[in-house]
């Protein structure tokens, strides 16, 4: 299976011209007709509609930065490719919005999972937005926001390699390209047992980077979206 898989991506990538950085096409609730033959996959991301805003106005966030790197789709447990290796910085749009990441050559095959590190940067690694490190050390999220009216910085230091099941299997083939959405659900990262954690004491933060990690609560999905509308096709 492997081997066939990359005997694939190799002839592909043969007749591709340029990768593409946008994949807007077309599309309907099956797949996207591709213009061009250098991509075939899609990546988008929003913020879920659930966790935007807070009626009470204990916390609302402005703004949420991930560090990722290694986005890669599984057809099977021991067979993989390779979307965007990074590490780059995942901007959130916190209105709800979809917003493409990038768009990529993968090889032809049935996909069954993406996955993907929330990745703290290394100490021999480019810093790709500066406020991803300072003279405290580096880190792999940073949120910004108010906590009952005040202001808040809040940067984790934690690595976390997330495994997404797709609710529905992605087949990618010659004649058509996906568009995987994946959701963020930033502020359930800061809430436990009901109540809000409040991201300002440092007691908290080992909690909420339980929270970022372990994907208890779907804080991450993925699923194919081609008409890009937020709800899995």
Known sequence: MKKSIFKNKFRFLISAIIISAAGF???????STVTSP????????????????????ILILDTVKILIKDIKLDVASEDSANFKVGPFVLFLNLSSSINPIS?????????????????KLNDNEAIPDPEFADINGRYSVIIKGWYLGNYFIYKSTKSAHQKLSFPVDLPITMDYYQNITLVVRPYIWFIKNGAYLDPRVSSNSNDIDNNIKDNINHNFKAFRDNDRNGIPD
Do not use: R, T
Not at 42 to 49: G, R
């Open 25 to 31: 096409y077309g599309c309907n609730n099956d797949s």
């Open 38 to 57: 250098s991509d075939n996959l899609n990546f988008s991301v929003m913020s879920s509609a659930d966790s935007v805003g807070d009626a009470q106005n």
């Open 103 to 119: 768009s990529s050559v993968i090889p032809y095959g049935v996909y069954k999972k993406v996955k993907f590190e929330v990745h």
